[in-house]
T-cell receptor, first 111, second 112 residues
Framework: EDQVTQSPEALRLQEGESSSLNCSYT??????LFWYRQDPGKGPEFLFT???AGEEKEKERLKATLTKKESFLHITAPKPEDSATYLC????????????FGSGTQLTVLP | DVKVTQSSRYLVKRTGEKVFLECVQD?????MFWYRQDPGLGLRLIYF???????EKGDIPEGYSVSREKKERFSLILESASTNQTSMYLC???????????FGPGTRLTVT
């Protein structure tokens, strides 16, 4: 069974304190791994797609990386506006158009 | 930019009522999805559709039905709302070329 596990469940950082969020996955084959940001009461906002091990994507203070078993979302010098829940999802090979989501990491950046 | 809109941000209904949630996307995407999101349970897929008039059951279809009469519109129907259907409902669309899904703002449904 395909599984996605995110850690930690919650993370509190001081403004400027860099850190990483983890997404571990178990799938029979990977078509793609996705990162989303979700603000309270809103729908998830697409951030990145990663397709193969070794791939990296960057956007402002966020950088996503992928290995064969996990992905990391690195946050460099975060600001309070980076506070949100970050969701990871995988699209397994052979799965017709269905994503498996992790339960998310709730990030709080304190000023 | 992909835009996915949902008919209501907040909805309050009574037990037994029929509820319609509508979703519209403006990017000519083939695939559309309905999820519900609950604390501690994450996002769960209710139904999805590959094309007009086509539908597939997701992980939790019981108590729900869907309709896709036009490519841009995907409706979720609660035939007889129950209190355990109180949740955040999220619609998403996905294009043919990639697998990333784009989400609407969500509908917070409360059934009393």
């Amino acid at each position: 069974e395909d599984q996605v596990t995110q850690s930690p469940e919650a993370l509190r950082l001081q403004e400027g304190e860099s850190s990483s969020l983890n997404c571990s996955y178990t799938v029979s084959g990977l078509r793609g791994l996705f990162w989303y940001r979700q603000d309270p009461g809103k729908g998830p906002e697409f951030l990145f797609t990663l397709y193969s091990a070794g791939e990296e994507k960057e956007k402002e203070r966020l950088k996503a990386t992928l290995t064969k078993k996990e992905s990391f979302l690195h946050i460099t010098a975060p600001k309070p506006e980076d506070s949100a829940t970050y969701l990871c999802a995988v699209h397994p090979s052979g799965s017709a158009r269905q994503l498996t989501f992790g339960s998310g990491t709730q990030l709080t950046v304190l000023p | 930019d992909v835009k996915v809109t949902q008919s209501s941000r907040y909805l309050v209904k009574r037990t037994g009522e029929k509820v319609f949630l509508e979703c519209v996307q403006d990017m000519d995407h083939e695939n559309m999805f309905w999820y519900r999101q609950d604390p501690g349970l994450g996002l769960r897929l209710i139904y999805f559709s590959y094309d007009v008039k086509m539908k597939e059951k997701g992980d939790i279809p019981e108590g729900y039905s869907v309709s896709r009469e036009k490519k841009e519109r995907f409706s979720l129907i609660l035939e007889s709302a129950s209190t355990n259907q109180t949740s955040m409902y999220l619609c998403a669309s996905e294009g043919k070329g990639g697998y990333e899904q784009y989400f609407g703002p969500g509908t917070r449904l409360t059934v009393t």
